[in-house]
């Protein structure tokens, strides 16, 4: 297998020397230039993964979603290429842009070299399923497992923890989160609850208790103004938080669904007290408790949701806003965000500690148990 991606490595070297291309998005020509050039000097091979994520992305940026047909099963090289390429999604070529300059940008730090216009975060941390970078005074962390709908996995809650850690000391003035992908995020990855310690299940709900609530509370914590680019469905966790964000926008495409009762859990992210708060009681246990999926212009007339964009223009129009917003005094920002939310802050880590001792108990239940194979045992029949 190894000798097949090298394969795809020199594939890929040869068909950036060999072909011109013609980038429409004006403010990435320069990057997309840079860091193909970049990718040049990289001393170290990056490995197999990364190739392969390099390839996709350049494939997209280039060429827009995967459309040619999938490679017979005993063409591995193509077949693995082709899989890497279609994981992308419906993507846009901007997007990819981005990700394809951000990914090189954090290959290049990682080897100590100058980075590209976008550098990641703080001092260079790279991280496996995140792209952090810090650009016009935003710092941007994006969820990066578009493959899985950027589902979080026990090693992602870390790496977001530190990520928003790092960001809290920067230079930025704004913090983003947002998706890679087509999926905004898809909550809590389901595999976390297979993964069993060997204390039993009762160890893991205690991990994965401690690791809740040290999540949440670094939103709760956290201490300027946070932003979410909610740029397509959003589930679980990755909504119920939203009440902890200072402003949410969202492309027309994002659907809000927190499906706690249908998995045997209950509410985390603070929504127990931050959505009653937001839209009422009624609305708020219609999510909640009987699983009720919002469309973005639902969310948004509740008040969970700022603003609701286009996805046509969706990016464009939000990060225009956000580097305009980015320029305003940033001590001034940072302390009225604290101001707005000082007095919330005890009742809120209260609401977090009440919240994740409950989750404990439920998952050890049959209900949680019963709920988390179901869903694996759907799709190994597809
Ligand atoms: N945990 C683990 N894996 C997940 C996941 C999650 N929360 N969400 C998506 N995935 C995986 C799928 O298993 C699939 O993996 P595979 O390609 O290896 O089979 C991959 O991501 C793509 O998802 P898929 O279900 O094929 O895409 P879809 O567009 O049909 O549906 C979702 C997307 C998010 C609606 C669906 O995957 C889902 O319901 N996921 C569970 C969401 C959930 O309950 N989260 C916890 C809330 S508390």
Same mark, same amino acid.
């Given at each position: ?9 020199? /594939? ?11 980038? /429409? ?7 997309? %230039? ?5 990718? *040049? ?15 996709? =992305?350049?494939?997209?940026?280039? @060429? ?9 099963? =005993?063409?591995?090289?193509? #077949? ?54 810090? %650009? ?29 850690? @790092? ?15 087509? /999926? ?12 069993? $310690? ?24 956290? $201490? ?6 909610? &740029? ?11 009440? =902890?964000?200072? =402003? ?13 009762? @249908? ?12 959505? $009653? ?5 009624? #609305? ?7 699983? #009720? ?13 700022? %603003?609701?964009?286009?996805?046509? *223009? ?8 956000? #580097? ?28 977090? &500690? ?15 148990? &019963? ?12």
């Amino acid at each position: 297998a190894n000798r097949e991606l090298s394969c795809c490595w020199m /594939f890929l070297t040869f068909f950036r020397l060999g072909v011109k291309f013609h980038i /429409f998005a004006a403010a990435t020509v320069e990057q997309f %230039e840079q860091a193909k050039n970049k990718l *040049s000097t990289l001393k170290n091979d990056p490995g197999n993964e990364a190739k392969l994520k390099i390839y996709a =992305l350049f494939k997209q940026a280039t @060429q827009g979603p995967c459309n040619t047909p999938k490679p017979g099963m =005993l063409d591995f090289v193509n #077949k693995v290429k082709w899989d890497a390429w279609k994981s992308l999604g419906s993507i846009s070529q901007d997007e990819a842009r981005q990700q394809y300059c951000d990914l090189i940008g954090s290959l290049v730090t990682a080897e100590g070299g100058t980075t590209l216009a976008a550098k990641p975060a703080g001092s260079g941390t790279t991280y496996e399923t995140l792209l952090v970078t810090t %650009e016009d005074d935003i710092t941007t962390i994006k969820l990066n497992r578009p493959a899985k709908k950027n589902a979080i996995t026990t090693e992602m809650y870390n790496d977001i923890i530190a990520a928003l850690e @790092q960001a809290a000391k920067d230079d930025s003035v704004i913090t983003v989160i947002t998706g890679a992908g087509d /999926f905004y995020c898809s909550g809590n990855d389901l595999s976390n609850f297979t993964k069993i $310690p060997e204390g039993g299940v009762d160890e893991m709900a205690k991990q994965g208790g401690d690791l809740l609530r040290k999540y949440v509370k670094a939103y709760i914590d956290f $201490p300027k103004p946070l932003v979410a680019v909610v &740029n397509g469905p959003a589930v679980g966790i990755s909504v119920t938080v939203l009440g =902890l964000f200072d =402003l949410v926008y969202a492309t027309d495409r994002a659907t809000f669904h927190t499906p706690f009762s @249908q998995l045997g859990q209950s509410a985390e992210g603070c929504s127990s007290y931050t959505f $009653p708060k937001i839209m009422g009681s009624a #609305k708020a246990s219609e999510m909640l408790l009987f699983n #009720k999926k919002l469309t973005a212009a639902q969310a948004c007339g509740l008040g969970l949701v700022t %603003e609701v964009f286009p996805d046509s *223009s969706f990016q464009s129009e939000v990060w225009s806003r956000l #580097k305009a917003y980015a320029k305003l005094p940033p001590n001034s920002l940072a302390l009225s965000k604290q101001l707005i939310r000082s007095m919330e802050k005890d009742r809120l880590h209260a609401v977090n &500690n009440a919240e994740v001792e409950r989750l404990m108990e439920r998952w050890t239940s049959d209900e949680c148990f &019963n709920a988390v194979m179901s869903f694996f045992q759907a799709k190994a029949k597809l």
